[in-house]
């Protein structure tokens, strides 16, 4: 098991953490029987982890989304679906590993698992360009996608991205276009769509494959018009300013609950899906199935009608002015 990585906020949990290992380290090593005190720390431990998780603002919660030991796409297909085997490429230009997807089995049930990858190590993130897709990954999902609809399968959809790569290459070979025609596409897709939002929601890179029936977001999640830092470097010309920026961005789940852009907010481990990414996929399958089973008995048209209505409520107000 690799060593626990912690936060900057998380330092005193870091500093007991470290007291705990070290205890147990001399237990090991001696006859002194120090079995209490080491329950007493931990016990201190987690109640210090509680009470910190329990009051985050929204700039810590981004760091959380973006922990580099967070559970990935491939992590959560592992632990919730059966029988996955990957498709490759968009059949136009390339495979773009930042994207993963293919045929898998839920519950039992055959459908469709897409979603964006960011990498563990230095050289699965240059691989995987640390999740940022390009036009042929956003092309590659829109193939499983319309492959899904061929064969009337559910389609599952993960969300883990900082945003669409904004390189000239991918400028070139029309990133924008691809974003756009994979909303339009999703839109009218007729198949029941469930998508979760597990990490970094980031603009349209996160949009590309997030139109969907039921949108779920896990409580340490994020998603956004454009990265924190980004919209202080546009705003205060300096990124240091991103923690003022995320606060006026309402990027956390529960604001987005109460705005009604999220369907469901799926709880994670205290500290983290990091401290324990199995159950974190435990409480998720539920959530999935529950999600799934709200839409898999809809026709084709109630469920472009009941997606359409969805999107137009979108950004919804009221003019107060003439009352």
């Not at 237990?27 to 007493?40: F, G, L, P, R, Y």
């Not at 980004?230 to 961005?249: F, H, P, Q, V, Y």
């Amino acid at each position: 098991m690799s060593k626990r990585h912690f936060l900057e906020f998380e330092q005193p949990i870091a500093e007991l953490e470290t007291k705990i290992d070290e205890l147990r380290y001399v237990q090991n090593e001696s006859a002194v029987d120090i079995s209490e005190e080491i329950d007493s720390l931990d016990k201190k431990s987690q109640q210090l982890t509680k009470d910190i998780y329990s009051n985050l603002s929204p700039w810590q919660v981004t760091q959380i989304a973006r922990h580099p030991q967070r559970p990935y796409t491939l992590d959560y297909v592992n632990e919730l679906f059966t029988d996955f085997q990957e498709l490759h490429g968009d059949r136009a230009f390339a495979d773009d590993a930042s994207v993963v997807g293919g045929l898998a089995r839920f519950n039992g049930q055959a459908c469709m698992v897409l979603g964006q990858q960011k990498g563990r190590d230095t050289r699965e993130r240059a691989l995987r360009n640390f999740g940022m897709s390009r036009p042929e990954g956003y092309r590659k999902a829109l193939r499983l996608m319309k492959l899904a609809e061929k064969f009337g399968l559910p389609l599952f959809t993960f969300v883990d991205t900082p945003g669409a790569y904004p390189g000239i290459g991918a400028e070139e070979r029309g990133q924008s276009e691809a974003i756009g025609r994979n909303i339009f596409e999703m839109a009218q897709l007729e198949v029941p769509i469930i998508t979760t939002i597990i990490g970094e929601g980031g603009s349209g890179g996160a949009l590309a494959i997030s139109v969907a029936d039921q949108l779920l977001m896990l409580q340490f999640a994020v998603y956004s018009v454009i990265s924190p830092e980004g919209c202080a470097s546009i705003l205060w010309k300096t990124n240091e300013r991103a923690s003022d920026a995320a606060e006026a961005l309402g990027i956390t789940a529960h604001r987005l609950k109460a705005l009604g852009l999220v369907d469901k907010i799926v709880n994670e481990p205290v500290g983290g899906a990091h401290r324990d990414p199995r159950h974190m996929a435990s409480q998720l399958k539920r959530a999935l199935v529950d999600a799934l089973r709200q839409v898999s008995d809809l026709k084709p048209k109630e469920l472009l009608q009941r997606r359409y209505e969805r999107l137009q409520s979108y950004g919804k107000f009221a003019d107060t002015k003439d009352r």
